[in-house]
């Protein structure tokens, strides 16, 4: 009963180091975004993609890349980390619109601390 | 595009009393409507959803909201709360047609005491 799988959970970095964080889903769906949840500001869209090899900006997207060169994966960038992103990141993945079914999977997050 | 504003940024609550959220949002044409819950530690997860019909939407764990369109409103509510309900409530809504990307207030901290 997998869904949505983020990898790694945790991750320390230091100041202008790079990391990707991985998700991954099974459920055969057609989107996918990356969020970054910060205390008092919700949840805020970084990027996201509408199908295999296509992604597109969301509200904040700067200093982070994105890639779906597969349906399932679809990887978060950061080229040269900033404390600025230290923050919890999610992962959701839905069927799209006109498909019927409105609603998304979260994956568990990964709590990163740029230091 | 769409916002979702909830005025409630920490709810301090006893057990046993009763629970309203507000959810307002802002969006010209029809929505979907959400109430995620995050539990300390964990990731969200759907506790009820809104997209026709009947506006009073019973979710899991005796949840309940009512979509009020002339309010612009989907206020979440509990009749009695338990110490489990501890947890961060988040209201968000996607358009009807268009790009699915789903916004999020920016949550309400509940917490019971025991």
């Known amino acids: 009963n997998a869904g949505v799988t983020q990898t790694p959970k945790f991750r320390v970095l230091k100041t202008g180091q790079s990391m990707t964080l991985l998700c991954a889903q099974d459920?055969?769906?057609?989107?996918m975004y990356w969020y970054r949840q910060d205390p008092g500001m919700g949840l805020r869209l970084i990027h996201y993609?509408?199908?295999?090899?296509?992604?597109a900006k969301g509200e904040v997207p700067d200093g982070y890349n994105v890639s779906r060169l597969k349906k399932q994966n679809f990887l978060l960038g950061l080229e040269s980390a900033a404390p600025s992103q230290t923050s919890v990141y999610f992962c959701?993945?839905?069927?799209?619109?006109?498909?019927?079914?409105?609603?998304?999977?979260f994956g568990s997050g990964t709590r990163l601390t740029v230091v | 595009a769409q916002s979702v504003s909830q005025h409630n940024h920490h709810v301090i609550l006893s057990e046993a009393a009763s629970l309203e959220l507000g959810c307002n949002y802002s969006?010209?044409?029809?929505?979907?409507l959400f109430w995620y819950v995050q539990y300390p530690g964990q990731h969200l997860q759907l506790l009820l959803k809104?997209?026709?019909?009947?506006?009073l939407v019973k979710g899991i764990k005796g949840f309940e909201a009512e979509f009020i369109k002339s309010k612009f409103s989907f206020n979440l509510r509990k009749p009695s709360v338990q110490w489990s309900d501890t947890a961060e409530y988040f209201c968000?809504?996607?358009?009807?047609?268009?790009?699915?990307?789903?916004?999020f207030g920016t949550g309400t901290r509940l917490t019971i005491i025991p």
């Open positions: 959701a993945s839905s069927y799209g619109p006109g498909t019927g079914v409105v609603g998304y999977t």
């Open positions: 459920m055969n769906h057609e989107y």
């Open positions: 993609s509408v199908g295999e090899g296509t992604t």
């Open positions: 969006y010209g044409g029809t929505v979907n």
């Open positions: 809104y997209f026709s019909g009947d506006p």
């Open positions: 968000a809504v996607i358009p009807n047609f268009g790009n699915e990307k789903l916004t």
